[in-house]
Protein backbone atom coordinates (compact mmCIF):
# COMPACT_ATOMS: atom_id res chain seq x y z
CA UNK A 1 0.00 0.00 0.00
CA UNK A 2 1.48 3.21 -0.83
CA UNK A 3 -0.15 6.74 0.79
CA UNK A 4 0.44 10.52 -0.55
CA UNK A 5 -1.38 13.28 0.51
CA UNK A 6 -3.27 15.58 -1.83
CA UNK A 7 -0.89 18.20 -4.56
CA UNK A 8 1.94 15.42 -4.09
CA UNK A 9 3.61 12.98 -6.46
CA UNK A 10 3.76 8.90 -6.27
CA UNK A 11 5.69 7.10 -8.29
CA UNK A 12 5.50 2.63 -8.50
CA UNK A 13 7.23 0.35 -10.46
CA UNK A 14 6.57 -3.37 -11.62
CA UNK A 15 9.00 -5.26 -12.62
CA UNK A 16 8.54 -8.17 -14.50
CA UNK A 17 11.30 -10.09 -16.21
CA UNK A 18 11.70 -12.69 -19.30
CA UNK A 19 12.15 -13.75 -22.70
CA UNK A 20 10.99 -12.30 -24.99
CA UNK A 21 10.80 -8.96 -22.82
CA UNK A 22 6.64 -9.06 -21.03
CA UNK A 23 4.29 -6.37 -21.79
CA UNK A 24 3.98 -4.58 -18.92
CA UNK A 25 0.38 -1.54 -18.24
CA UNK A 26 -1.26 -0.06 -15.60
CA UNK A 27 -5.02 0.13 -14.71
CA UNK A 28 -7.35 1.28 -12.27
CA UNK A 29 -9.63 -0.42 -10.47
CA UNK A 30 -12.65 1.57 -11.20
CA UNK A 31 -16.90 0.37 -10.67
CA UNK A 32 -15.78 -3.01 -10.51
CA UNK A 33 -13.82 -2.89 -13.51
CA UNK A 34 -10.08 -2.32 -15.00
CA UNK A 35 -9.88 1.15 -16.86
CA UNK A 36 -6.38 1.08 -18.71
CA UNK A 37 -3.89 4.14 -17.69
CA UNK A 38 -1.93 5.55 -20.17
CA UNK A 39 2.25 5.93 -19.09
CA UNK A 40 4.55 7.82 -20.67
CA UNK A 41 8.05 6.61 -20.95
CA UNK A 42 9.17 3.17 -18.75
CA UNK A 43 5.27 1.69 -18.93
CA UNK A 44 6.46 -0.65 -15.79
CA UNK A 45 6.89 3.16 -13.83
CA UNK A 46 3.51 4.24 -12.96
CA UNK A 47 3.54 7.96 -11.95
CA UNK A 48 0.92 10.58 -11.14
CA UNK A 49 1.43 14.14 -10.19
CA UNK A 50 -0.11 16.62 -8.22
CA UNK A 51 -2.47 13.84 -6.51
CA UNK A 52 -5.96 15.15 -6.11
CA UNK A 53 -9.16 13.20 -4.53
CA UNK A 54 -10.42 11.39 -8.00
CA UNK A 55 -6.91 9.49 -7.77
CA UNK A 56 -7.70 7.77 -4.90
CA UNK A 57 -8.25 3.96 -5.30
CA UNK A 58 -6.39 0.56 -6.54
CA UNK A 59 -4.02 0.18 -9.49
CA UNK A 60 -3.23 -2.43 -10.97
CA UNK A 61 0.17 -3.80 -12.75
CA UNK A 62 -0.93 -5.95 -15.74
CA UNK A 63 1.67 -8.63 -17.64
CA UNK A 64 1.85 -10.73 -20.60
CA UNK A 65 4.42 -12.84 -22.21
CA UNK A 66 2.15 -12.86 -25.87
CA UNK A 67 1.53 -10.21 -28.21
CA UNK A 68 -1.26 -7.84 -26.96
Known sequence: ???ASQ???LS???EAWGDPQ???WWSKVEARSLVSLVTRGDPAMLSLRGLARADT???VC???R???
Open 1 to 3: HYH
Open 7 to 9: GES
Open 12 to 14: VSC
Open 22 to 24: PRV
Open 57 to 59: GEY
Open 62 to 64: QVS
Open 66 to 68: GQC
